[in-house]
């Protein structure tokens, strides 16, 4: 998954090679008989002594394309030290290890929200905060996700084409690899058009949206909060079905990415989901930013 998306463009047709560039090849001459005329003024002869005497370039090409093959065959060798390397196996140890990272910094995030549920049910017990302290502290903590929310919501699932599709309108050019997959602007317009609607809460996939959360794209998968996922991508906001929805049609990118749903076939569904709960955002809210070095 790349980070952008060209248009699709009605192709142009190429123009037909020029034949005053193509010539015919010269036909070749035809041998003269042995002891002919012809075969007798062709030049002088070679002896025996000037043959085998002469410079052989062709040897020292020989010798070089031989010790070409051996410096490869032996470059080879000392990387692959036993290994096949023609498979694909350190691509798919990384592609473990992502998805291991991903599953432990998942387990962490989840005992972390129990060790916050614990420290704050300890906090309330004598903090020695007044009442109005107690409310406006609750209403910090629901402004930035770290709270449960409960209301109306609407899921929104993206989701890649098929890798064989065609284009199913005239004018259309048929799709390059780029036009079929989800992009990260397509998640983020999705985003921004379930806030700029008055959502109340939003949650990708299984987790909760802060103010410092990024939705990025590496290749085919979402990258969200040091967790890795796959397609097909859900968005979950919880608030008014109606303005949602209706923010949804009138967000410009999200009219773009309608036109490759019409022709190429990507992903695309809305659906109410009636009174649910959002769950509160367990991970760490420090904010980690570069420092100069002294």
Same mark, same amino acid.
């Given at each position: ?7 699709? !463009? ?5 123009? +037909? ?38 410079? !052989?370039?062709? %040897? ?22 036993? *290994?096949?390397? !023609? ?8 592609? @473990? ?18 060790? !916050? ?17 107690? @409310? ?79 939705? %990025? ?19 979950? +906001? ?38 649910? *709960? ?5 991970? *760490?809210? @420090? ?8």
């Amino acid at each position: 998954m790349s980070n952008s998306a060209d248009s699709p !463009r009605t192709g142009t047709t190429g123009s +037909a090679p020029d034949p005053d560039r193509v010539s015919a090849p010269d036909p070749a001459p035809e041998p003269s008989p042995v002891g002919s005329p012809a075969s007798s003024e062709a030049g002088p002869s070679v002896s025996s002594s000037d043959r085998r005497g002469g410079f !052989r370039p062709v %040897r020292v090409l020989t010798v070089g394309v031989f010790a070409l093959a051996g410096l490869l065959f032996f470059t080879s060798f000392n990387t692959a030290k036993g *290994t096949n390397i !023609r498979t694909d196996a350190s691509l798919l140890k990384l592609s @473990d290890l992502i998805q291991e990272r991903s599953q432990k910094n998942g387990e962490l995030d989840e005992t972390n929200g129990v060790l !916050r549920d614990d420290v704050e049910s300890l906090a309330e017990a004598d903090d020695g905060s007044t009442q109005a302290q107690d @409310d406006k502290l609750a209403g910090l903590e629901k402004n930035a996700g770290t709270q449960k929310v409960k209301g109306k919501a609407i899921t929104v699932t993206l989701n890649d084409a098929p890798p064989n599709a065609t284009a199913k309108l005239p004018g259309y050019p048929e799709p390059q690899p780029d036009y079929l997959v989800i992009h990260q602007q397509d998640l983020q317009a999705v985003v921004n058009a379930l806030w700029q609607g008055g959502a109340q809460g939003i949650k990708v996939m299984d987790q909760r949206l802060i103010s410092t959360s990024a939705v %990025r794209c590496v290749g085919n998968t979402l990258i969200l909060q040091g967790r890795v996922y796959s397609p097909p991508y859900k968005i979950q +906001a919880v608030g008014d079905p109606e303005k949602l929805q209706q923010a949804l049609a009138e967000a410009p990118a999200i009219q773009n990415y309608m036109v490759y749903v019409n022709v190429y076939g990507l992903g695309w569904k809305v659906t109410e989901d009636g009174a649910v *709960t959002l769950p509160g955002y367990s991970g *760490t809210v @420090d904010l980690h930013y570069a420092k100069p070095v002294e």
